[in-house]
């Protein structure tokens, strides 16, 4: 299907293409878009496992500030910058080489869907955990993570729906939030969140608030009124309830599982291994949405149950029952890692099948030669 997306936000139309359009004009033409799309995922990536290192228990901003240099929180800064800036380019570049195709935009939907929770997890350092006096607790954090993959999950069920990607006004303004963040922590230390900014409330706090409202008040009503109208219009893709509410029953239930295992966790798995649990949420996240944006680009019903569900809900059973014991923990190291190969192994897979059958190959703009 042609790929359709609607961007209404001011700060995009107005501010950000037309820097993205002077940008532009310095990639080389003979660089694939898909690159421009993984070098800004990987730049992410480094900037997370970089601060991880630093901040491996979310505490080091709380408890010991300066622990995470100086350089880092401006490297952050940089990295998504650059992050934001490629990936709002990528498509342009797409246009611009005429090398638009379904992989590509399967790559880069693929790939926000990821990156949306490191971007979220990185952030989290920056305001430090719950230490008695300052900080967010791991259940903010949690919740905090939840909602942002809940906004990202609805503009792809939407799109499933309404065949039109309707651009979150969140992601923009998102984007230059954490880079705004970055730079003033950079500047100023990372003391400037634990100090009270207006009547009492902290900066953490307001972003909190902003985000809870941005989504329930602004981003899903905007999914709901859009499917509502492409209904009236007579333009929506599926014609029972059952089949366009399908694409929801797996992200659903992941969220269940994973909530009942941090309430009812023993040994309180959520405080104990706050950056692993996290992390393991937003690639569990990831895999199940990939899915939908396939079938959504192919025109598919999604199944009803995700595979992942099931080793999921063994585990979690496991765990609250009181089952693994003392190895809860262990058991969720071995299990991050196990669901971090098979979602990568399945992005590999995937992209070698498109890139097959398109004829093209992911990282090069070159013709592949028909065997």
């Known amino acids: 299907s042609q790929y359709s997306a609607v ?48 901040d491996w228990d979310y505490t080091a901003s709380g408890t010991s500030p ?67 006096t300052t900080g967010v607790s791991v259940y903010t954090m949690y919740m905090y993570l939840s909602i942002v993959l809940f906004n990202f999950m609805c503009s792809h069920w939407e799109k499933y729906n309404t065949g039109v990607l309707f651009l979150p006004w969140g992601y923009d303004i998102s984007q230059v939030v954490l880079i705004a963040a970055y730079l003033l922590t950079g500047a100023v230390g990372v003391e400037v969140w634990q100090k009270p900014f207006l009547f009492g409330y902290y900066i953490v706090d307001a972003l909190v608030i902003l985000l809870i409202g941005f989504s329930l008040f602004l981003s899903f009503p905007q999914t709901l009124y859009n499917i509502h109208r492409a209904h009236l219009k007579k333009t929506l893709k599926n014609d029972s309830l059952y089949e366009g509410l399908l694409p929801l029953v797996s992200p659903l239930l992941l969220f269940v599982l994973l909530t009942v295992w941090v309430v009812l966790s023993p040994g309180n798995i959520l405080a104990k291994q706050p950056r692993l649990f996290l992390w393991m949420v937003g690639v569990a996240f990831s895999n199940v949405i990939c899915k939908v944006i396939i079938c959504q680009m192919s025109g598919t019903q999604p199944e009803l149950f995700h595979w992942f569900l099931f080793p999921l809900a063994l585990v979690v059973y496991a765990a609250i029952s009181g089952l693994l014991g003392w190895m ?44």
């Open 328 to 371: 809860e923990e262990a058991v969720l190291a071995l299990f991050t890692a196990l669901i971090t190969a098979a979602h990568v192994h399945y992005g590999v897979c995937v992209g070698r099948q498109l890139s097959e059958h398109l004829n093209i190959y992911i990282f090069s703009l070159k013709k592949r030669v028909q065997e």
């Open 66 to 132: 300066g622990l995470v240099p100086t350089w880092v929180w401006l490297f952050s800064a940089f990295t998504t910058f650059c992050a934001y800036a490629l990936d709002s380019i990528d498509g342009k570049h797409a246009r611009r080489t005429q090398s638009s195709t379904p992989l590509g935009e399967l790559f880069d939907h693929g790939l926000d869907s990821w990156a949306t929770s490191i971007f979220v997890l990185s952030f989290f350092s920056v305001c430090s955990r719950d230490n008695g």
């Open 7 to 54: 961007d209404t936000n001011p700060l995009s139309v107005y501010i950000m293409q037309p820097i993205w359009n002077k940008i532009i004009k310095i990639v080389p033409l003979w660089i694939a878009p898909n690159l421009l799309t993984f070098s800004g995922f990987v730049m992410i990536l480094v900037n997370y496992f970089l601060i991880s290192f630093y």
